[in-house]
Nanobody, 115 residues
């Protein structure tokens, strides 16, 4: 099993930045895929960034160049650095892990971009 706990969301003005954190209950080196998804009100959950163990991350076109994944393996933590945020980035952001054919989700963290 993999338990995931996100944090770092909040209210930010357009053009601002936030860093989301996802702490995993096991070594993230052992997790095949990890990623970040978001779900805006009234919309389906969508992927924003994915990383396969040992490879470089990929990003959705809508967020490319504004989002960056980084990892602290000693802390079993993955970060999502978000910059130049826009109101359309407002959503609940979820950390996801795919491990041994199982799909795991965190509880989500709200990101609101508004002036």
């Amino acid at each position: 099993q993999v338990q995931l706990v996100e944090s770092g969301g909040g209210l930010v003005q357009p053009g601002g930045s936030l860093r989301l954190s996802c702490v995993a209950s096991r070594s993230i080196l052992s997790v095949a895929f990890m990623g970040w998804y978001r779900q805006a009100p009234g919309k389906e959950r969508e992927v924003v960034a994915l990383i396969r163990s040992g490879t470089s991350p990929t990003y959705a076109e809508s967020v490319k160049a504004r989002l960056t994944i980084s990892r602290d393996y000693a802390k079993n933590t993955e970060y999502l650095q978000m910059s130049s945020l826009k109101p359309k980035d407002t959503a609940v952001y979820y950390c996801n892990a795919q491990h041994l054919n199982q799909n795991y989700w965190g509880q989500g963290t709200q990101v609101t971009v508004s002036s």
